[in-house]
T-cell receptor, first 117, second 117 residues
Framework: GAGVSQTPSNKVTEKGKYVELRCDPISGHTALYWYRQSLGQGPEFLIYFQGTGAADDSGLPNDRFFAVRPEGSVSTLKIQRTERGDSAVYLCASSLGGLESEGNTIYFGEGSWLTVV | AQTVTQSQPEMSVQEAETVTLSCTYD???????LFWYKQPPSRQMILVIR??????QNATENRFSVNFQKAAKSFSLKISDSQLGDAAMYFCAYTVDYGGSQGNLIFGKGTKLSVKP
């Protein structure tokens, strides 16, 4: 696609439910990132994929959060047993590869706004 | 740990005037990248400008320029001839350059810029 696409754009769920957020990166981009942005804060890193594998998942807050990218393209962020504190905008981004290449830019989607009630 | 600090939660500028947004960071690394991102109400993070730490010359992109002071760990953004469309949240971000592989982006809390007609 032309840009990074995220679905759903908004999701309201009840505490304790399971949620999946989908990210479709720019075609050909091997690197994919998930960030979480709470109200009034900057984005916080969750996980980074290079191809199909998670190169860095150090930002995942706990074992309720999991992400996959089985074919090296679309990624799904999965949140189990949601809590009210999980309410935030979840941003996905992609890039051609590492930042070592000048001009290599990380492109962000518009995010999925998750509200846990 | 690396941190990014934006000390101005809000700034205001008159249309056609110049405004400077401040950013400081803390790191023990010598090779890294710095960025300014713009986030309008649509939530999509848009790259404004990027600076490689090994470059002494300040980056410039049209009306946007930076003042990079490596010793002081300061990275301010200057917007010249401000336009109404510049109104947005601006985030300063940092990532380590691992000589071919990247680290994750660390963001500041953002500065909300208003442009008065």
């Amino acid at each position: 696609g032309a840009g990074v696409s995220q679905t759903p754009s908004n999701k309201v769920t009840e505490k304790g439910k399971y949620v999946e957020l989908r990210c479709d990166p720019i075609s050909g981009h091997t690197a994919l990132y998930w960030y979480r942005q709470s109200l009034g804060q900057g984005p916080e890193f969750l996980i980074y994929f290079q191809g199909t594998g998670a190169a860095d998942d150090s930002g995942l807050p706990n074992d309720r959060f999991f992400a996959v990218r089985p074919e090296g393209s679309v990624s799904t962020l999965k949140i189990q047993r949601t809590e009210r504190g999980d309410s935030a905008v979840y941003l996905c981004a992609s890039s051609l590869g590492g930042l070592e290449s000048e001009g290599n830019t990380i492109y962000f989607g518009e995010g999925s706004w998750l509200t846990v009630v | 740990a690396q941190t990014v600090t934006q000390s101005q939660p809000e700034m205001s500028v008159q249309e056609a005037e110049t405004v400077t947004l401040s950013c400081t960071y803390d790191t023990s690394e010598s090779d890294y990248y710095l960025f300014w991102y713009k986030q309008p109400p649509s939530r999509q993070m848009i790259l404004v400008i990027r600076q490689e730490a090994y470059k002494q010359q300040n980056a410039t992109e049209n009306r946007f320029s930076v003042n990079f002071q490596k010793a002081a760990k300061s990275f301010s953004l200057k917007i010249s001839d401000s336009q109404l469309g510049d109104a947005a949240m601006y985030f300063c971000a940092y990532t380590v350059d691992y000589g071919g592989s990247q680290g994750n982006l660390i963001f500041g809390k953002g500065t909300k810029l208003s442009v008065k007609p």
